[in-house]
Nanobody
Framework: EVQLVESGGSLVQAGGSLRLSCAAS????????IGWFRQAPGKEREGVSC????????YYRDFVKGRFTILSDNAKNTTYLQMNSLKPEDTAVYYC?????????????????WGQGTQVTVSP
């Protein structure tokens, strides 16, 4: 059974840091990309970052570049999202998802497996 379990969400003050974890099981970790997404109240879900677990290339949306870092520990089947310099607008439920790697897309074509999410709240 495929499982993605997020953890690490919390309440933090603006300017603070959090590290989210995404523990994966039930599939070959190295053959997948892991993406982090978020959804704020009343807004659509948006992609934040992704990592190719085969070659460890990473991608970031502009609004987190320089503040967030994604990394995978393939030995632990876990992907992390280190979030620094947090802003109130980063408040959201954060989800991780897995996409099977293809030959052409760095982070796969479709995120097929999703976790349940972890709440991040950044106070002013």
């Amino acid at each position: 059974e495929v499982q993605l379990v997020e953890s690490g969400g919390s309440l933090v003050q603006a300017g603070g840091s959090l590290r989210l974890s995404c523990a994966a099981s039930g599939f070959t970790f190295d053959d997948y990309a892991i993406g982090w997404f978020r959804q704020a109240p009343g807004k659509e879900r948006e992609g934040v970052s992704c990592i190719n677990n085969r070659d460890l290339r990473t991608y970031y949306r502009d609004f987190v570049k320089g503040r967030f870092t994604i990394l995978s520990d393939n030995a632990k089947n876990t992907t992390y999202l280190q979030m620094n310099s947090l802003k109130p607008e980063d408040t959201a439920v954060y989800y991780c998802a897995a996409a099977k790697l293809t030959r052409t897309e760095m982070c796969g074509r479709e995120f097929s497996f999703w976790g349940q999410g972890t709440q991040v709240t950044v106070s002013p």
